[in-house]
């Protein structure tokens, strides 16, 4: 055989093989990256969904467990955002302080709309936000 012939084959097998390889790993980087997305996206609605937990007197058990597992899950799913992370260890500070004056709602209002930011969703007003519906 030829050299001639056989090197350009050669390198040719060799370009598709790293293509390939290339494709391949672009496509699992934007599926993590969806991935990611979408886990913010349900810690963004467990939390909406049992806000009640502690924007109400009275919450129910499942409210604040769905909830309190929401929040845990921030800086792991979040981690990518020091604002985010920074603002969930301020909610922390506030909600462990157990004070009368505190303003946990506000600081939880903070929180979830820098979450709406990092996925792109629209802030809500501070009064929509706090609207909660119970049987």
Avoid: C
Avoid at 14 to 36: C, M, N, S, V
Avoid at 85 to 105: C, E, I, P, Q, R
């Amino acid at each position: 055989m030829n050299l001639e012939i056989l090197m350009p084959t050669f390198l040719g097998g060799l370009l598709t093989l790293a293509g390939g390889y290339i494709q391949q790993r672009i496509a699992e980087r934007k599926q993590k990256k969806q991935q990611i997305r979408q886990d913010k996206i349900n810690i963004i609605k467990d939390i909406a969904s049992s806000k009640t937990a502690i924007l109400n007197d009275n919450p129910d058990d499942n409210a604040k467990t769905k909830f309190n597992g929401a929040l845990n899950l921030i800086p792991i799913v979040f981690q990518d955002n020091e604002e985010i992370v920074n603002a969930h260890k301020n909610l922390y500070d506030t909600l462990s302080k157990k004070s009368g004056d505190n303003n946990s709602d506000k600081i939880l209002y903070d929180l979830i709309m820098l979450m709406h930011d990092d996925v792109g969703f629209k802030k809500l007003s501070y009064e929509q936000f706090t609207i909660t519906l119970s049987a």
